[in-house]
């Protein structure tokens, strides 16, 4: 794994996202099995690499247009833990005020543009905020999450032949992990690499190792960079594997065990541990301290979280549309 | 035997491909998996990969090669995930999919299958009904059944119709009703509504999850004396106009129910077509029930205060009925 | 001086981005070639490249794109070279746009600009009137202007806005609709109809091309006693309905009138509306004077049977006069 | 050039094609101009070699998913003169019976997917054809046309990748004409080749000389052949010129003058001519004797178009949807 200037507390951060990542979803999980979550629950196990390292590549004042595999990204923008176990639970305290639930959350002031379902659709949005940086010649970036599913979406193309043409800063980065929900790469496409679509735009495109945190933030911090400095958009492809089913009801069956069990010697957060302990950056002293904090942090949350209300049925939370909409 | 409003959609289906070869499905998940709500489970064993196509991630193309397969006279039936994606395949449905017939005078023989509608906790992106667009639309005919046998019958006469059908199959209804289908090629003719409860007092003219509901306050108005008349239109487009107004004319106050927003819903046109075509019958203001102009919310107390239920229907329905 | 309706659009575009460096335009063929329409003709030239952007042909990339730079603050106005091409970009206005401030609570100042309707013989892909679809979706404001002042002062209220707006701009009134301008910032507030044409006998409820076509029903029936009321809607979403309502409450008999076809029109909802909240004043039942349900026809014969006009308004007007 | 097995009885029947596109085509100008056409007019002067080279690489029961500029194509498949200049003016005897106009045409009795305006929403159905010849078995293939503006649009990506991952025999035809309106090709991809597009669907892309009729013919006769045998689809490119307006209202003034001087000498027509003569197939005798059932051909349209009657304002015309939507 290349080093990349990287300090250690930098590398300790980028350990922290993704172990908050994974334990956030973990316990997640267990709620929805105890029935406390409202809808379904998307997971990110396994590929929280490429979130965090991307979102870790990234200036503070960027903007991300996340996927519904993003956590560790928009953890790394501000959203808090309780934030996000709120939209879960459909509570007023969620950033959707419990007017959408799961993944579909953001906050622009956090430069997280808010996720919607259909697939691909943040990706023009993305272009236009992009756009909006070149105009006002600001050296801001946006990085554009999205799967591999995704890419055969008509807007993926749209916005990404925008963005060539405008030589807009964006970096779009793909989660390539191998399926949509049942739907395996071989059937989503007739190519070996989402990279490979860069060419279709006059855009670099790069493969990288999804699961080396590293790597990923290496590219997109190239990418990023060449971006800021007017060179246009790059497409990013994350090689990785959705670990759970597409969704918690899913027991993704359809996915041989076999791959499965080769990606989980592949684990993110395993490699990146042995690479900071092999550094001496982690030991088990600090490995021990994170995990106490993290599962303090989760567990504030969850409290959080449950404590806090549902909103009101009716009154000005139906009713601020209406305002919204009055002349 | 009484079967779930799922199943009745799954053996229309599977009756269906095993009669009509040139009868095929394709859609995101249908094969493998048997489609989100495993509608099609099974159906890529029995029927094979050729026509049970599990297709890349492109509601748009999906329409749009099930058109051009509906050109050369088969009959492809499109399962969208879920009805709120259908607006990325809008184009394909109301420039090319709707007005082609009329155009050119060739068959379009296709069915899309929607699954909308909320009661299910699955907010904005995952609740929506969206027929209002496509009852504007001519040249689509809209079917929205409420019961397993319609479910069944009208999939039926959807897939051997020659034009498009877009088919409302409403996702809380797939388990939670249940009821009897007729053996065989029991087809329920598109275009027919149905009285499912005659009464004296209020029509109410509804359709889909809403029947159900509707039904609910009629029971719950019994005691008082109120006697509501239930309409299930079970076709949308074109509307059972002879239907609809049998029963005002007898009633003389109507109200329409449905689960998408009530402005610019269906149930404005059929209020519409009631203060012109049934102004002398009417005896009260026509009055909708329906959900507010907001997006569907998430949460279970914002859906519930959203979406119209037997409640708020005997409310209005009450209040038609002393007016 | 009485300019145009397209000069009034060009004034109102111009002084906006005069006034607001945050506005800017996007769409295609509207910086070298001014437009299909011309009306961005000029812009290029003083506001530069980075304001009127010329774009690939991609509709729902374009106006994604508007959603986002308006996520930042800025205040995007994108041409629709069509308004029949507005499908091609649905999802995003109904899924993104539309739902985002209800969503998140963060505003959308994004401008459609949608050149619609018929009367220019372009056949169905080029004279479609889609409003409709989009009054059924919360969180966007319509505004459909029939005169150059409304024009104006309706598409510089639409900039000024905090959420998403669709302007329909008529194509047949550009250059065949001609009247005053107010100097300056003379704003039309969304949410106000106007009454254009005072009268006892019978409120026609109308908008953008029908305007003209009312006002000369009305005066082809003042020579027998027959006193129209036109009132102009020039905002579709939100309806005006105090206005609407005072009408109808003091002629007692109401008809609405649009190009878009009948079935699912807007017109159906006033008239539902109007069903309920205004029952005790009708004196008559609810006219619609509007297109059939077919797709807009090419050859001028049919494109003139299609239309509703003057004449037809008149007919249907006396027939509830004399109800 | 090269001349692929083409008999000369074949190569006249090129030149015939080419030149009756020409010519309808320059008469419908002329009723434009005296107003006698209804609507706006769209010309392919100066591309005809892309249509009449794809059609003329096609076999009979093959099926085409014309554009705009594409006439050549249409006539070739059997749409008359007569019913072309009929759709012109509006007529009962056009192919839509008055109900659209100008170029949206076809029969899909003889292989022509009727032209809608949404650009590039053909290239999908075209596919969905091909899927029907596939799934029956059929030995037949599907050419689908589209623009340099069209490739921007989803419905492009969306087509194209999922014909390639079904492997539908399918060739994609690009009139790369160098504009989309008045949009340059710089405005609308930061590609050089709209060819590399293919890439994206791991399809071969090709790149030919588009005013070349027989290099048009013997690229899509391999993609032909090759989708015949199960190979999957082509993007086959055609390099040229729009010589005139986008429709006969635009001047084009924005086109520079040199572009058209220098694309003039390449007209296919003359091209195609001078190599027929080369070839001592053509000569003036047998190029006069062609001219003069050419314009035979024409102003029998002509006057057959004018004389037919309009559609019916009210009756059955209105009424057949009515029908067709009653249960
Ligand atoms: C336009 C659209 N169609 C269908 C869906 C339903 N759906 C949600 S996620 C998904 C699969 C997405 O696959 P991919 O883009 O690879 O992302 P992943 O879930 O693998 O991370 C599907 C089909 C959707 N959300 N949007
Ligand atoms: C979706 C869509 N947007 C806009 C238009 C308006 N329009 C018609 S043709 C055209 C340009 C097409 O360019 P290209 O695809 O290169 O074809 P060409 O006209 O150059 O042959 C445009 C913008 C349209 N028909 N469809
Ligand atoms: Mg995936
Ligand atoms: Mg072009």
Redesign the pocket.
């Known amino acids: 794994m290349p080093v990349d200037n990287v300090t250690p507390t930098e590398l300790l951060k980028i350990y922290y996202y993704l172990k908050l990542t994974r334990g956030l979803e973990q316990r997640v999980i267990t709620l929805y099995r105890q029935g406390r979550i409202v809808g379904g629950v998307y997971i990110s196990a396994g590929e929280e690499a490429i979130a965090v390292g991307s979102a870790a590549a990234l200036e503070a004042d960027d903007v991300i247009a996340p996927?519904?595999?993003d956590l560790g990204a928009n953890l790394m923008k501000g959203i808090t833990p309780k934030e996000y176990l709120a939209q879960y639970l459909g509570k007023q305290t969620g950033l959707t005020r419990g007017r959408d639930g799961n993944v579909h959350y953001g906050d622009i002031k956090r430069g997280v543009i808010g996720f919607i379902?259909?697939?691909a659709d943040l990706l023009p949005v993305a272009a236009g905020v992009g756009l909006a940086f070149k105009l006002r010649r600001e050296r801001r970036v946006v990085a554009a999450f999205?799967?591999?599913?995704?890419s055969s979406?008509g807007d993926f193309h749209e916005a990404l032949n925008l963005a060539a043409v405008m030589k807009l800063p964006l970096v779009f980065i793909c989660?390539n992990?191998q399926?949509?929900?049942s739907t395996p790469l071989e059937r989503q496409m007739a190519i070996e690499h989402v990279a490979d679509r860069a060419k279709a735009y006059g855009m670099p495109g790069v493969t990288v190792d999804g699961n080396d945190v590293l790597a990923v933030r290496s590219a997109v911090a190239e990418a990023a960079s060449r971006a800021r400095q007017g060179g246009g958009p790059t497409l990013v492809e994350g090689k990785t594997m959705?670990m759970r089913g597409?969704a918690e009801h899913d027991d993704a069956s359809y996915v041989p065990a076999w791959m499965l069990e080769e990606w989980r010697k592949l684990d993110p957060i395993d490699r990146f541990g042995g690479y900071l302990r092999e550094r001496q950056i982690l030991d088990d002293a600090i490995a021990t301290e994170i995990d106490d904090r993290l599962s303090k942090e989760i567990e504030e949350a969850v409290a959080f979280a449950e404590a806090s209300p549902f909103p009101e049925g009716k009154g000005p939370n139906q009713l601020r549309l209406a305002a919204l909409l009055a002349p | 035997m009484e079967i779930t409003y799922l199943e009745a959609i799954r053996q229309a289906l599977w009756e269906e491909m095993d009669r009509d070869d040139q009868v095929f499905m394709l859609g995101?998940?249908i094969g493998v998996y048997g489609g989100a709500f495993k509608v099609t489970k099974g159906f890529l064993e029995k029927f094979g990969p050729e026509r049970v196509i599990d297709t890349p991630?492109s509601?748009s193309a999906i329409v749009g090669a099930a058109i051009g397969a509906a050109l050369m006279g088969m009959r492809p039936v499109v399962e969208m995930?879920f009805a709120d994606?259908i607006s990325?395949a809008f184009d394909q449905i109301v420039n090319m999919a709707a007005k082609h017939h009329y155009r050119l005078g060739e068959p379009v023989p296709l069915v899309i299958r929607a699954p909308y509608g909320g009661g299910i906790h699955a907010g904005p992106y995952h609740s929506q009904s969206p027929e209002a667009w496509f009852f504007h639309v001519a040249g689509l005919k809209l079917v929205a059944p409420s019961t397993p046998r319609d479910a069944k019958g009208l999939l039926k006469a959807a897939i051997r119709d020659p034009n498009p059908v877009i088919y409302f199959e409403h996702k809380y209804l797939y388990r939670h009703m249940k009821g009897e289908v007729a053996d065989g090629d029991d087809l329920v003719p598109i275009g027919k509504a149905e009285v499912k409860r005659p009464g004296s007092s209020v029509s109410v003219i509804t359709y889909g999850a809403m029947v159900q509901q509707s039904l609910g306050a009629a029971e719950r108005l019994m005691p008082e004396g109120i006697d509501l008349e239930v309409v299930d239109l079970r076709t949308l487009q074109p509307l059972d106009m002879a239907t609809i107004l049998a029963s005002v004319e007898k009633t003389g106050r109507a109200m329409v129910v449905h689960e998408a927003p009530k402005t610019g819903g269906i149930g404005g046109d059929i209020a519409a077509r009631l203060a012109e075509e049934a102004f002398r019958y009417l005896d009260a203001p026509i009055l909708r029930v329906a959900a507010p102009h907001t997006p569907f919310p998430f949460s279970p107390v914002l859906e519930a205060s959203y979406l119209p239920n037997a409640d708020k229907i005997a409310l209005k329905a009450r209040e038609l009925a002393n007016f």
Not at chain 1, 146 to 150: L, R, T, V
């Open positions: 996927s519904h595999r379902s259909p697939m999205f799967g591999d599913g995704a979406r989660h992990n399926y949509a929900y959705r597409h | 995101q998940d991630l509601e995930q994606f990325c």
